[in-house]
Structures are given as structure tokens and as C-alpha cells.
């Protein structure tokens, strides 16, 4: 019961843990330390900030790429066998964040021989929503917008993209897909989140961690 009531670390201290209180699977959060963030150690790229608010100690700020990559794994084994998992990044937007809302980004979670791809998208409504051929981002930095304007991509009408929910606890998810552990026999469940094809500046996203949960 406390297990499902409050997660845990892990002795690592990067990673925590808890119960789904109807259904007993063991779920987890990646913190943004046990993530690998292309770029992650370079201060000019990603600031580590202390959180305050976070069941871990410091996330990852993104300061300035053009080039965003965050991946993380978990061993099937770890996970409950026969069970359906959603597999969410935790996040913030800063003040003066730009560059979040458009390209989309691209969710990628593979297990075994299987792989789940969509477009996702760090800075929007909330809603899961049919993106229409008139779609515009609504923020854009000041500096070298004209630049910017000339490489924009407007996704093809029909395409789905996925958009944040505010959490309880004031934090924002994205979900970035669904799978199905089996026997936990799978090996390596791998999670990506990237944007590297546009160009496009990006800053202002804060990292708490990939979160991985039973599917309700």
C-alpha cells in the first residue's frame, strides 16, 4: 500500500518507483539523469538546475540547440510481465522559451521486433488534436525569425499529433506511446524524444524525467 501511495528511489537515486494501486504493475521515472541528452553535458547547450519541486534533486534546462535527443531504457525485466505501459517525458517550458511548438517532434518506443512512431508536440494545447493544412506555431523567437519563416514545414493535413496535459503535481506530460510487455524476455524498452531534422533553435524546455506507467 505505501508503494502505490508514494513512489521510491531506487539506490541509484535516479530512478523511482511505485505500484499501480488497481492493477499491482511495477512502474517508473527515468530521472533526466539517467537519460542520455545529446548535448547534455555541454553548458552552453543544457543547464542541470536544482528542482524544488521534483521527486529528484536537479532536471535538465535546454538552453540553445538545434539538434534535440533524449533517450532512456528500461529492462523489460524490471517491468510487470503481460502488462500494457504509456511512456511519458515530464516537463516544464521556461519563460522565453522558443522553438518547442514547431517542427514536431518525433516519440519513438521499441521493444523486441516492435516500434511505435508519432509526432508529438513539447509546447501546446493539451488536447490530441488532427493538425489542419492552415496550421501555423504560435511562438517564435524575435532573433532570425525571417530566417526561420523560410525553412517552416507545415505537417500534411490529417496528421495526429499528440499534445502536453498539465499534471496534479503542476508539471506537464506528453505521452509518447503505448507497448505491451510480455514475459519481460524482450530485453531493452527504448524511449526516444527528437526534433533533428528541421534546424530550427530551440531553449526553455526543463527535464524531470521519462515517466512509464501502467496503461489505464
Not at 80 to 100: E, H, P
Not at 188 to 202: A, F, P, R
Request: charged share 25%; glycine share 8%.
Amino acid at each position: 500500500m505505501r508503494l502505490s501511495d508514494r513512489p521510491v528511489l531506487l539506490t541509484d537515486g535516479l530512478t523511482s518507483m511505485w505500484l499501480d494501486r488497481e492493477s499491482g504493475a511495477k512502474c517508473y521515472m527515468l530521472s533526466a539523469r539517467a537519460l542520455h541528452i545529446s548535448w547534455g553535458e555541454t553548458p552552453e547547450y543544457w543547464e542541470w538546475i536544482p528542482l524544488v519541486d521534483s521527486r529528484f534533486s536537479e532536471g535538465a534546462e535546454l538552453l540553445d540547440v538545434c539538434w534535440l535527443e533524449i533517450r532512456g531504457k528500461i529492462h523489460s525485466k524490471m517491468l510487470s510481465q503481460n502488462s500494457t505501459y504509456t511512456a511519458f517525458i515530464v516537463f516544464k517550458i521556461a519563460d522565453g522559451s522558443y522553438g518547442l511548438d514547431f517542427p514536431n517532434q518525433e516519440a519513438s518506443i521499441s521493444i523486441g521486433e516492435n516500434r511505435l512512431t508519432r509526432r508529438v508536440c513539447l509546447h501546446g494545447n493539451g488536447n490530441v488534436e488532427e493538425v489542419h493544412q492552415n496550421y501555423r506555431p504560435d511562438t517564435m523567437p524575435a532573433i532570425g525569425a525571417r530566417f526561420r519563416r523560410r525553412n517552416r514545414r507545415v505537417p500534411p493535413p490529417g496528421a495526429i499529433v499528440l499534445f502536453p496535459q498539465k499534471r496534479a503535481d503542476n508539471w506537464m506530460e506528453l505521452e509518447m506511446g503505448k507497448f505491451y510487455n510480455e514475459e519481460g524476455d524482450d530485453g531493452e524498452v527504448s524511449i526516444s524524444l527528437m526534433e533533428t531534422k528541421g534546424g530550427n533553435w530551440k531553449r526553455g524546455l526543463i527535464v524531470q524525467g521519462i515517466e512509464i506507467r501502467a496503461k489505464k
